[in-house]
């Protein structure tokens, strides 16, 4: 069917890019590097490490169009869940490495041989909690990440209702009359806004990483 086929620019960028096309991998920087950038800052909230991520991302694509599969999506979603991929890796690590410092661990560096197991038990619970800690402050950006593509890569008609209601406050009345629809129009653009929005919270299919770059992407 037709409708199965890839997008043309997607499918003739991805052998392009199989052939080694330097030129390939300028255009499509130029179209994505402000998706992927924007989504990894959203994640990491650090420009430096939004910068490192976007570079993974094209330094992978460039090393495995292969990866890219057609039947799966557009391109864009799948830089997206690169970029994605890679910035929650990141901000995992920056975590991991913040948890592990021994700074804390016992700031006296002596007591009672008795208090070794109560000690033990206690860094035991902060260990869970931080882990706990981690994995939560990832959820709640991934969520704030997927919603930002989401607006991001939705018909325009539906964005400019959304941005109308809760960006501006606008009622749906008031977003009708600045759209110039009818109000039935600007319900349904702001009811299907908020259906593609709310699939933010669903967390995307876990996929093995594949490797290089720190072991994700």
Not at 37 to 46: F, G, T
Not at 153 to 182: I, N
């Amino acid at each position: 069917m037709a409708n199965d086929a890839p997008p043309r620019w997607d499918r003739r960028m991805q052998q392009r890019l199989a052939r080694g096309e330097a030129a390939a991998l300028g255009e499509l920087y130029d179209r994505f590097a402000s998706l992927v950038h924007n989504l990894a800052h959203r994640v990491l909230d650090d420009e430096e490490a939004a910068d490192r991520v976007t570079r993974e991302v094209f330094g992978y694509a460039w090393e495995n169009p292969d990866a890219y599969d057609p039947k799966q999506g557009t391109l864009r979603s799948w830089i997206a869940t690169l970029a994605h991929r890679q910035a929650v890796h990141r901000l995992r690590e920056a975590e991991a490495r913040a948890a592990a410092d021994p700074a804390g661990d016992n700031p006296t560096g002596d007591g009672p041989a008795e208090d070794a197991a109560t000690g033990d038990d206690l860094a035991g619970g902060r260990a869970r909690r931080t882990q706990e800690d981690i994995e939560e402050k990832i959820r709640e950006a991934s969520v704030a990440a997927r919603a930002d593509y989401i607006v991001t890569s939705m018909p325009a008609p539906l964005r400019a209702a959304l941005e109308l209601a809760y960006f501006d406050r606008r009622d749906y009345r008031q977003t009708a009359a600045e759209l110039g629809v009818t109000e039935d129009e600007a319900r349904r653009r702001l009811r299907l806004g908020l259906q593609l929005l709310s699939t933010a919270n669903v967390p995307p299919p876990d996929a093995a990483p594949p490797p290089g770059y720190g072991r994700a992407l």
